[in-house]
């Protein structure tokens, strides 16, 4: 069974990178609609998509558009889209008012449960700090447990590294270098150093870095060196990048 990142910045697209988009395509599961999400249509193996919003920002949000073309000419039995409860109304009156978007959601909103079974697995949430609300995801059921974490703040002690415990594979988001510190906590993103501790607070196996800053577009854009005596190993992941689960 594959993880796929579809789309591995934040804020908007480069030459190397699409906004958030994650899959698993053997379950129907798929975290976040960035601007990753036109890549799904070629992955789709299932009768059914759930489709897990950690938070409804454009670059997180803006791919839910996009799936009149996703799923043209495929039979789907059911398009669910998990998001907090608070926020369907922004998605339903504002991404898809009429003056931006002229036809309303092929899909079925519902508010994000703290535990949804989907066939064969679990997928827990936990309310992370970031401006205007968002979700850290743990998925269990499958050979390796992963948690997807994106759009807060990483520091040694954050709340959420007890939801993320003794995780085979970790996704994490670090928008910034270290010696950003000050932005990050200002936007609600991470920088490098945290975001090792935290791996390394939660005895997790393996790390992936996602939510790039777009304005990097190096091969290298983060010093995984310097961080190597606190957490070890991680991977910057790239786009169309799979990894067995």
Do not use: W
């Amino acid at each position: 069974m594959k993880f796929h990142f579809l789309g591995t910045t934040g804020y908007h697209p480069n030459e190397q990178r699409q906004t958030a988009c994650m899959m698993i395509p053997e379950l129907g599961i798929i975290f976040d609609a960035g601007t990753g999400m036109f890549r799904v249509r070629d992955l789709i193996q299932t009768k059914t998509l759930d489709i897990f919003m950690s938070h409804v920002h454009l670059d997180h949000s803006i791919g839910l558009t996009f799936l009149y073309d996703v799923l043209h000419e495929k039979s789907m039995e059911r398009v669910t889209v998990h998001v907090a409860a608070d926020k369907i109304e922004a998605i339903k009156n504002h991404l898809y008012a009429s003056d931006l978007f002229p036809v309303g959601p092929n899909f079925e909103l519902v508010p994000l449960a703290s535990s949804v079974e989907v066939p064969g697995v679990t997928v827990d949430s936990i309310v992370m700090e970031h401006p205007g609300g968002s979700h850290g995801f743990r998925i269990s059921g499958v050979q390796k447990t992963l948690a997807y974490i994106t759009d807060t703040t990483a520091t040694p002690n954050a709340a959420y590294i007890d939801f993320i415990q003794n995780v085979d594979v970790l996704v994490h988001e670090c928008y910034f270098p270290d010696g950003f510190e000050d932005q990050a906590k200002l936007t609600g993103h991470s920088c490098l150093t945290p975001v090792a501790q935290v791996a390394a607070a939660a005895n997790a196996g393996t790390m992936y870095l996602v939510h790039i800053n777009p304005l990097n577009g190096d091969d290298q854009p983060l010093d995984l060196d310097s961080v190597k005596s606190i957490y070890s190993p991680i991977t910057v992941a790239t786009d169309r990048m799979s990894i067995e689960i």
